[in-house]
C-alpha cells in the first residue's frame, strides 16, 4: 500500500495537534481476535474540550488507552504533544505520561489512607519535584477544583463528587498538554457529574486540553465537540471543519 | 522533533514514602507477616546471645580457677577398694619439675559447732577440713577478716572459716574472739575467708592446721585431696608423671584431674540443644520469608489499579519493581528488629536469672538484621517483577 501523498510529518514540532491519531488500528489477539480500533484517525487541537461518546464496547476505551501512550496501536501512528510514539521507548512513554498527560479515570483511584494533598502531589512523583514544591502545587491545584478547604482530609473522608475533584486536580497539577477524562462522572449522581463537567468546562477555559471519554449522550452532548465512535470506526465527528486538514487515507 | 524528554524520575526519599504508604494501608496484615521473621530472629539472636553468655560464664570460671590448677584424688571406684594417698605424696609431688605449689587437703570427719552445746545432729551442713597454710595461693582464696593458718598457729586450736560457714555459724565479726566447737574442743576463730573461686567445698568448712588435727582430733594425716599448681605450659608433663609420683606402689589409685581442662571442654562443645534452636530459628526465618513472599503476590493482585495509576502517572517498570522490593525490605526490616530485640531481652533475662554476664555476639545482631533483609529482599523480587510486568491496560481494567 503506496502513500500517493505524503503524510503530514508526524510528530513535528510545529505540530498544532496536541493528539494526533493516523488509521489506527487496534487488535486484541484471540481468541476470538478482536478489532477493537478500526483505522480510526482523530485529531486534538490544543485547547480543545471535546467528547468522545459510543456504546460499550465501541473502541472507547482502547481509544483512550492509545492516546494515554497506556498501550500501542497494532499500526498507524500515533502522536502526543508533537512526539511521536513510535520511536518512544516504554521509558520514554512513561516520561511523556509523566510530563504531558493527565488521566481522570472512573473509579477515582485514589489512595485512600493519604490526605488530598498528597494524593494530588502524587500527580508530580515521577517528575523528580521535591516534596515541598509538590505539595504547594498541590495545594494551589486544590483550590481551583473548589477542595482548598479539604487540603488534609483522607481520601476516605471525602464524598464522591469530591474525591473526583481531587482526581481532577491530581490531572492537571503538572499542567499536562492534555487531560483524558475515562467517565469522570459514571460513578457520580447527576448534581455531582454536572458540577464535574462544570469544573472541565472551567478549566478548559483556562487553557487545557480535555478529552472526555463517555457512554452517556447527556454529557457528550454539553461539550464543544462531540466525537462518535461505533464498532472501533469514528463515525461522526462534529468539529472536523473544512478547515482542517483531512489526514491522507490510504490511496 | 520536540524537545528530549526528560526520563521519570523518583528520588530515593520518594520511593522510600510510597513503600512506607503501601505497608501502612494494609497495617495488620503487615504485622502477621513480620511476626514470622520476627520469631526466627529472635529465636537465633537468642540462642547465640544465650550460648554466648552461658560460654561466657565458663570462661570466668577457668579464669577465676587459672587454668594450671590439677587435682590429686585417691581413685574411687569398683576393685579399687578405699584407696588412699600416701603421707609422703605431697613431698613427692612437689619434686616434680614444674610444679609451682602444693597444697594438702585432709577431710577430717567431723563437724563444726557454734558451742559445744548445740546437739550434734546440727551440722547445718558445715564440714573440718585440715589444709596446709598455702592453700590460699594455690586455690586462689583470699581473707576476708583476720588471717589465715601460718606456720605459728597450725599446732594449735585455732580455725579460718569458709564464709559459708562463718555465715551458717553466725559469725560476723572476730571481735571477741569468738570460738567454735570441733571434736568437743573449744577453737579460736582466727580469720574468715572470701568464698573460693571454684571450692564451695571449702567454703563451707572451718579449716583448721593439719598437726592440729592429727593431734587435736586424732585423724590421720593422709591427704584427701592434693591441689597442684603446674606451670601453665608443661600441665601434660606434670599430669603424666603424677600417679606414679603420689603412690609409687599404686599408680593406678591414683586420679589426677585438671577441673579446668574440663570446664574449656565444656565452653568449647555446641550443645547439640543450640544446634536444634539454630535449626529451628532458621526454619522460623524460611517460613517469615514466605509469608512475606505470599503477603507479597496477595497486595500485587489487589492493588492491581494502583500500580495501573502509577503508570498513569509516569511510574516506569523499574519504579514499580522497586517500590514493592522496598515495600517487602521494610517488612522484613520491621520483623528483623523485632526479632533482634526479643532476642536480646529474652538473653538478658536468662542470663540474669542465671547470673551469667550478658554477651551477645555483634554478628547475631547485625547478622539477624541481615538475614531478615536478605529474606525480605528474595521475597519481594518475584511479587515485584509479576508487579513491573503488568501492563497499565491490564492493571487499570476495572476490578
Redesign the interface.
Known sequence: MDDAVPAPAI???TDAFVARLEDVVKDYPGPPRVRALDHASLQIRTGELAAIVGPSGSGKTTLL?IM?T??RPTSGRVAI????LDV?S???L??????Q?G?V???F?L????TAVENVA??L????I??RERRELAATALERVGLGHRLQHRAFQLSGGERQRVAVA?AVVGRPAIVLADEPTGNLDTRRADEIIELLEQLNRDGVTIVVITHSLEVAERLPRLIRIRDGQIVDDSGITATMPRVAGPS | ??ER???????A??IL??AV?GV??RRNRSIMSAIGIAIGIAAIVGVLGLSNSSRSNLINQIDALGTNLIQVQPQTGIGVGTAQLPATAAGTIARIPNVQAVSQEVATGVNVYRSRYVPSDFTAGLSVTAVDPNILTTLHGAVSQGHFLNAANITYPVAVLGATAAHALGIVSLDGAPTVSIGGQNFTVVGILDPFPLSPALDSSAMVGIPAAVSILGVSNSPTTIDVRANPDDIAAVLGALAATANPENPDQIAATSPTAQLQAKAAATSTLTELLLGLGAVALLVGGVGIANIMVITVLERR??I??????????R?IMVQFITESLILAAIGGIAGVLLGVIATVVFAELQNWGVIIPAIAVWGGLLAALVIGGIAGLYPALRAARL???EA?R?T
Not at chain 1, 125 to 128: A, D, L, Q, T
Not at chain 2, 5 to 11: G, I, K, V
Request: net charge positive.
Open positions: 510528530g513535528d514540532a488507552q494515554g497506556l498501550d504533544a508533537g512526539y511521536d518512544l516504554d521509558r520514554e512513561s516520561a511523556l505520561r509523566a510530563q498527560i488521566f479515570f472512573q473509579q483511584f489512595l485512600e489512607r493519604e502524587n500527580g512523583i515521577y517528575r523528580g521535591n516534596t491530581r | 522533533m520536540p524528554l526528560t526520563p521519570s524520575r523518583l528520588s526519599r520518594n514514602h510510597t504508604v501502612n494501608t489499579s494502583e495501573g495509576l502509577r503508570r498513569a502517572l509516569g511510574a516506569t517498570r519504579h501492563s497499565p491496560t487499570l476495572s
